[in-house]
């Protein structure tokens, strides 16, 4: 599974798969779902944090969709689908034009401000440049971390009390993705499935399929 500008979520029913797509999508599937009295825990999951995330199901069908976030908007673990957005037609104020520059303190040591002044263009077009080059240097290695733990907030969540979780977990974290598989092989299929589409690709070129 691939990250998208777009977020998305997977809504499960116990161990089996609902939902899947926007988030409008799971909110009714969850909320429909609950209202046949279904004993089995109704869970939604980001699918680029594999995080739980809350909605807030109350009220009548669009009642609940008028309360999500806006399109675009990607809910974090502890976030609920209850978020009141800013306006986007408020109007912005004179001064500056908005160029995305986030300022935020930072600490150093006076000899690392020395050699700050003293480069071309400054310390904060250096520090970006800093910044970006140590980003391309580590993309590989910070994109494999983040999808491991995506992958383990999952697990952990759904299939924390399975035949060969401790396996499974230590083969996720180095990237041995054929023994991950084969810890995984017989858990309920829509969890081993979404779990499998969260960790891959993993490093292994070649997994060998013990499917049937």
Known sequence: MTDTATPSYTSFNGHKRIASGSLPVNALAVKH??????????????????????????????????????????????????????????????????????????????????????QRGGASVT??????????????????????ERAYHFMSTMAGDMAGFEEASRALFANDAA?????TEAWPTDVRDYLRSLACPLPLAEVPSLAP
């Open 33 to 118: 779902t609950l209202a046949t009295g279904v004993p089995n825990p109704l869970l939604t999951f980001c699918d680029q944090t594999g995080q739980v995330v809350d909605i807030d199901i109350r009220g009548s069908d669009a009642e609940m969709l008028a309360r999500l976030p806006p399109d675009g908007y990607q809910l974090q673990g502890t976030d609920s689908a209850l978020i009141d957005s800013a306006d986007p037609g408020e109007p912005r104020g004179r001064g500056r034009p908005k160029l995305g520059v986030v300022a935020r303190e930072i600490t150093l040591l006076p000899r690392h401000w020395d050699w700050l002044a003293a």
């Open 127 to 148: 520090l970006r440049k800093l910044v970006d080059e140590a980003r391309r240097v580590s993309v590989d290695r910070d994109r494999q971390r983040q999808t491991n």
């Open 179 to 183: 023994k991950f598989h084969q810890q």
